[in-house]
T-cell receptor
Framework: GIQVEQSPPDLILQEGANSTLRCNFSDSVNNLQWFHQNPWGQLINLFYIPSGTKQNGRLSATTVATERYSLLYISSSQTTDSGVYFCAVPSSNTGKLIFGQGTTLQVKP | NAGVMQNPRHLVRRRGQEARLRCSPMKGHSHVYWYRQLPEEGLKFMVYLQKENIIDESGMPKERFSAEFPKEGPSILRIQQVVRGDSAAYFC????????????FGQGTRLTVV
């Protein structure tokens, strides 16, 4: 089945710094989602981005489907950005998602 | 416009008891997916259901686990005779159609088996 790898596994930033998180996938996909799991465990939808670039405030994402990767950019990070960031892609026509192992981000004040 | 609703948020069961987890999809969504997140891990697919049908249960453990999505009411994930290894967060997601659409997740149910 399709494999999803995220890097780096862990990231510590000072407040105000920028960062780039990467998601590689092993096969062609029709869509990709980025999620933020906050310290309370809630999964927040960040982007639904099959291809191209989208921006939402300080966050933006780019998916290059032909090269099988997606990037999540966080600019001017804040302590509330802390948590785990997951990317996920569908593995079959049924739409079930395969998740990466996540990037754990800690933003220090 | 309520999102995906899961209850209970937290559930404690003794070994050998049954756990029932409920998921009400977003309004207008007829596709429900259950995922399990073990501590310090990513989410793993368990089962995909439409109303009154199990479409894909390839991620479900062969024994003790079952799921349903009746014509009326929420989807239920049932775990019989729970063991310590069942302790995890269980998430439900819904989408309007099965392919190429954004999935929305509930807040999860955190099951602790003591």
């Amino acid at each position: 089945g399709i494999q999803v790898e995220q890097s780096p596994p862990d990231l510590i930033l000072q407040e105000g710094a920028n960062s780039t998180l990467r998601c590689n996938f092993s096969d062609s996909v029709n869509n990709l989602q980025w999620f933020h799991q906050n310290p309370w465990g809630q999964l927040i939808n960040l982007f639904y981005i099959p291809s191209g670039t989208k921006q939402n405030g300080r966050l933006s994402a780019t998916t290059v489907a032909t090269e099988r990767y997606s990037l999540l950019y966080i600019s001017s990070s804040q302590t509330t950005d802390s948590g785990v960031y997951f990317c996920a892609v569908p593995s079959s026509n049924t739409g079930k998602l395969i998740f990466g192992q996540g990037t754990t981000l800690q933003v220090k004040p | 416009n309520a999102g995906v609703m899961q209850n209970p948020r937290h559930l404690v069961r003794r070994r050998g008891q049954e756990a029932r987890l409920r998921c009400s999809p977003m309004k207008g969504h007829s596709h429900v997916y259950w995922y399990r997140q073990l501590p310090e891990e990513g989410l793993k697919f368990m089962v995909y259901l439409q109303k009154e049908n199990i479409i894909d249960e390839s991620g479900m453990p062969k024994e003790r686990f079952s799921a349903e999505f009746p014509k009326e009411g929420p989807s239920i994930l049932r775990i019989q005779q729970v063991v310590r290894g069942d302790s995890a967060a269980y998430f439900c997601a819904s989408s309007p159609i099965e392919m190429n659409t954004e999935a929305f997740f509930g807040q999860g149910t955190r099951l602790t088996v003591v």
